[in-house]
Nanobody, 123 residues
Framework: VQLQASGGGLVQAGGSLRLSCAYS????????LGWFRQAPGKEREFVAA????????VYADSVKGRFTVSRDNAKNRLYLQMNSLKPEDTAVYYC?????????????????WGQGTQVTVSS
């Protein structure tokens, strides 16, 4: 299984970015997916998750109302639309696929991870 995150960059506060994650290696549509992030000197934290049917989504309180997670099962792609970005959103963002049958905000429920993409928000 391989995941490749892209779309990060440098943006001013209040701006937007769209992260993308390309997925290969097993049946994409039967696994929940998630986004996590890790800022310098901090632990990795949950950002958002989407169920395998895309019917259910869940967000960290810190991004609720600003970020939107989505998936395209036909293209094996996961997305994270990030609006109204804040300096505290600066981090490396990782996409991950959950273990079979799970839909979770806990990192230990995810078994494959992408390499991460850097998001930097300037004030």
């Amino acid at each position: 299984v391989q995941l490749q995150a892209s779309g990060g960059g440098l943006v001013q506060a209040g701006g937007s970015l769209r992260l993308s994650c390309a997925y290969s290696g097993r049946t994409f549509s039967t696994y929940s997916l998630g986004w996590f992030r890790q800022a310098p000197g901090k632990e990795r934290e949950f950002v958002a998750a989407i169920s395998w049917t895309a019917i259910s989504t869940v967000y960290a309180d810190s991004v609720k109302g600003r970020f939107t997670v989505s998936r395209d099962n036909a293209k094996n792609r996961l997305y994270l639309q990030m609006n109204s970005l804040k300096p505290e959103d600066t981090a490396v963002y990782y996409c991950a696929t959950a273990k079979a049958g799970t839909y979770s905000s806990r990192s230990y429920d995810y078994d494959y991870w992408g390499q991460g993409t850097q998001v930097t928000v300037s004030s």
